[in-house]
């Protein structure tokens, strides 16, 4: 993995690491931030946890998706709407059985086109290849996975069949509110992004498993995290 310089920053790494963490980990606006580091004797304004999550979020990204191990074959697809700038907008995204967040892309459009770029990027980016693709009765499922040779593998249903990806959903839509709604679709694709990256690796899936298991689990993760957000 690269290391991540914090040269030139007026505050510790582990500061700037915390900060971070708090926005993405929790759903938390860069004042909420700027509180819980008051609290800590932290003086830092909520402009400059802004900057750092811009600056020091997508390395971090990029990183623990370099230590996460290969998902599962059985994906989930869906799209969900959003408003974007004033404007209408898809978030189309893709989870596996177990709901890790495999891909996702901020599109105008709800078309073969759009479905198309999903499956293309998943394809490119996925180390496993898909076993079966479950998707809701959107037609641009069926047209673009004909068009890539994976009709085989495609199961339509309604939203029993995806619920896992409906449920996936839900933590997008808590930050959407909590950030009143996306900026622009740069901004939008930046930030969810690097959200589904921090997600995955500390999404333990708690109601399932007993307090040893957890506390396993949440140890890793932050032995995860430390080694991603390493200085140089």
């Given at each position: 993995?690269?290391?991540?310089s914090?040269?030139r920053?007026?505050f510790?790494?582990?500061?700037?690491?915390?900060?971070?963490?708090?926005?993405?980990?929790?759903?938390?606006?860069?004042?909420?931030?700027?509180?819980?580091?008051?609290?800590?004797?932290?003086?830092?304004?909520?402009?400059?946890?802004?900057?750092?999550?811009?600056?020091?979020?997508?390395?971090?990204?990029?990183?623990?998706?370099?230590?996460?191990?290969?998902?599962?074959?059985?994906w989930?697809?869906?799209?969900?709407?959003?408003?974007v700038g004033?404007?209408?907008?898809?978030?189309?995204?893709?989870?596996?059985?177990?709901?890790?967040?495999?891909?996702?892309?901020?599109?105008?459009?709800?078309?073969?086109e759009?479905?198309?770029?999903?499956?293309t990027?998943?394809?490119?980016?996925?180390?496993?290849?898909?076993?079966?693709?479950?998707t809701?009765?959107?037609?641009?499922?069926?047209?673009?996975?004909?068009?890539?040779?994976?009709?085989?593998?495609?199961?339509?249903?309604?939203?029993?069949?995806?619920?896992?990806?409906?449920?996936?959903?839900?933590?997008?839509?808590?930050?959407?509110?909590?950030?009143?709604?996306?900026?622009?679709?740069?901004?939008?694709?930046?930030f969810?992004?690097?959200?589904?990256?921090?997600?995955?690796?500390?999404?333990?899936?708690?109601?399932?498993?007993?307090?040893?298991?957890?506390?396993?689990?949440?140890?890793?993760?932050?032995?995860?995290?430390?080694?991603?957000?390493?200085?140089a």
């Open positions: 993995m690269k290391r991540i914090f040269s920053h007026r510790p790494a582990d500061v700037i690491r915390h900060a971070v963490w708090l926005y993405f980990r929790f759903t938390l606006s860069f004042r909420d931030v700027e509180e819980l580091l008051a609290q800590r004797g932290i003086e830092v304004s909520y402009e400059t946890v802004r900057c750092w999550t811009i600056k020091f979020g997508p390395p971090i990204a990029r990183n623990l998706k370099r230590r996460r191990p290969a998902p599962s074959p059985r989930h697809l869906d799209e969900m709407v959003c408003t004033g404007k209408r907008m898809y978030l189309w995204r893709a989870v596996d059985d177990e709901g890790e967040v495999l891909d996702l892309v901020m599109q105008r459009r709800r078309d073969t759009a479905a198309l770029k999903l499956l990027r998943l394809l490119r980016n996925q180390p496993v290849e898909p076993e079966t693709i479950t809701d009765g959107l037609g641009s499922y069926v047209s673009a996975l004909r068009e890539l040779g994976l009709h085989d593998r495609h199961r339509p249903g309604r939203l029993r069949e995806n619920n896992r990806a409906e449920n996936s959903h839900l933590p997008i839509r808590r930050r959407e509110r909590k950030m009143q709604r996306f900026k622009s679709q740069a901004s939008a694709q930046r969810l992004t690097t959200h589904a990256a921090i997600y995955n690796a500390f999404n333990v899936q708690r109601h399932l498993i007993r307090r040893p298991t957890l506390r396993r689990f949440r140890a890793e993760s932050m032995t995860t995290w430390t080694a991603a957000t390493a200085a």
